[in-house]
């Protein structure tokens, strides 16, 4: 790990690994997980402030907690739900993270208040480009953000990874990686659709917890290139940290290139 990097992660929470035998495993734990987390918040607080990932496992993991026993015992009128980034694409398109979130948990949440669900804006529901989508997601934010505060601070923020390192729509070499303000668009993006909005990584960074999943032998490289601090312009997912903690949520094979302690 680099000097920078060390200071950066003592600068936010603890990071913990955990590792589970493999994906399906993986998207069972992170259901529990999350439901779990929030129960414990609305002990002592609402609302709640989550961001949903897509992805293989992360919408695999959806799925599993609309399955769960303990779904409805969370207050979901009080949970509000953000996306890290989306594609963007006409309101419904099958590739939309928002569209296979609803399929595989929103729909059947019928206690979510819809004013809860904060999707990004889409092409033809009043925006034309990535920007103009991230300013207007920008502005949501804004809404729940304390006086004084740069960002809301989300208390689980949940992030796919690809092989390539990259976290919401945040990958090597783009321009995105340097983007002030808590959202960006994306152009040029390697993985279709080219144009994307996502949020920066100083919004990421702002969220109490946050929880990096990844699955598959061809997410290794990237696993342990990010747990050893390399630079986020090589692999984004380094720069994925929480202020209070720092999940890694791993299947067996994405761990095997990192000597993992737990």
Known sequence: MTADARAD???HGARLVVVHPDAGVLAEAVAARLLTRILDIQSVRTPVHVVLTGGTVGIRSLAAIAAHPVRDAVDWTGVHLWWGDERFLPTGDPERNETQAREALLDHLPTLPPQNVHVMP??????VTPEESAALYADELSRFT???????AFDVLLLGMGPDGHVASL???NAALDADGATTGVHDSPKPPPERVSLT??????AQEVWVVAAGAEKAPAVASALAGDPVTTTPAAGALGTQRTLWLVDLAASQHHALSR
Request: hydrophobic share 45%.
């Open 9 to 11: 992660a003592r600068a």
């Open 122 to 127: 889409a092409p033809g529901d009043g925006v």
């Open 146 to 152: 304390p006086d004084g505060g740069a960002h809301l």
């Open 171 to 173: 990958f090597p070499g």
């Open 201 to 206: 990584f100083s919004a990421i960074q702002a």
